[in-house]
């Protein structure tokens, strides 16, 4: 299984983002998607995650009304629609899969399976 994010750069705050990850050799090991993000200095954190199974989607709750997952099942595809953001959006966003959505929800990242490699977003005030 690989994953590869990407989507990340500079934007203005207030502008939007898409964040792209492309998933190969999907099962039902990976059933479950998620988008992490790290700030410098702070902990990994769960942004937002969907099934590919059921479709069902999570955010973060401090993020509803701006960020929104979705996915492209013929692509193989999670995506990140971010909008309004702001400075403190700024992070590594990464994507990730594992079997359940609620280790992704819980966001523990020692038991995740998979993980794609980080994308930056740069939001300036």
């Known amino acids: 299984v690989q994953l590869q994010a990407s989507g990340g750069g500079l934007v203005q705050a207030g502008g939007s983002l898409r964040l792209s990850c492309g998933v190969s050799g999907r099962t039902f090991k990976t059933d479950a998607m998620g988008w992490f993000r790290q700030a410098l200095g702070k902990e990994r954190e769960f942004v937002a995650g969907l099934t590919w199974s059921r479709g069902a989607t999570y955010v973060r709750e401090a993020l509803k009304g701006r960020f929104t997952i979705s996915r492209d099942n013929a692509k193989n595809t999670v995506y990140l629609q971010m909008n309004s953001l702001k400075p403190e959006d700024t992070a590594v966003y990464y994507c990730?899969?594992?079997?359940?959505?609620?280790?992704?929800?819980?966001?523990?990242?020692?038991?995740?399976?998979?993980w794609g490699q980080g994308t930056q977003v740069t939001v300036s005030s």
């Open positions: 990730a899969a594992d079997e359940t959505m609620s280790t992704i929800v819980r966001g523990q990242s020692t038991q995740i399976d998979y």
